[in-house]
């Protein structure tokens, strides 16, 4: 089997295109809304269901790791 892959895809273009994008959206906010904004992105996004089962099985730190 074999993978098409397009010839073109500049990834750091790509990249900064999102980070100017959440940087737009986010221009303003407090950081609690910045935290909000990021948290309904990560529920929406394609990888929902992993963050959702990750966040599922959070415990709470022990003493021991916190410093």
Known sequence: MTMKTKE???CLAFKDR?????ARDIKG???AQII???DR???QGPFSDLW???S???RPMS???VR
Not at 18 to 22: I, Y
């Open 8 to 10: 073109n895809f500049d």
């Open 18 to 22: 999102a980070q100017m994008r959440a």
């Open 29 to 31: 906010m407090t950081p």
């Open 36 to 38: 909000a904004y990021y």
């Open 41 to 43: 992105r990560v529920a």
């Open 52 to 54: 959702k089962s990750l």
């Open 56 to 58: 599922e099985q959070k």
């Open 63 to 65: 003493k021991s790791r």
